[in-house]
């Protein structure tokens, strides 16, 4: 599923229209960037959890080489799946 996808499924869904859907789920996007870029978490509770996190320096490889090279440390996004999420995903619906 894309954005357009999504923004159609989210319109009918809450019986609005194509536009205010992609304002709506624009907006979001934008606070949940936003807010994880400043070090802050986003949760959603029962969806998950969006955060940086840190990613330490390590050692590795030079795939065409061989050669050890350093990789530094890094801030990543990351995202964990919240109980209800896991569980519709697994089957485990209530």
Do not use: C, H, W, Y
Request: avoid cysteine.
């Amino acid at each position: 599923m894309n954005k357009g996808e999504l923004v159609d499924k989210i319109a009918e869904k809450a019986s609005v229209t194509k536009k205010d859907a992609d304002i709506v789920l624009s907006a979001m996007l934008d606070v949940i960037l936003d807010t994880v870029a400043g070090g802050d978490k986003v949760t959603l509770v029962g969806f998950g959890t969006f955060e940086a996190r840190d990613r330490q320096a390590r050692e590795g490889r030079n795939p065409s080489t061989g050669e050890p090279i350093k990789i530094p440390a890094t801030k990543v996004p990351a995202f964990s799946a919240g109980k209800s999420f896991k569980d519709k995903v697994v089957g485990k619906e209530e």
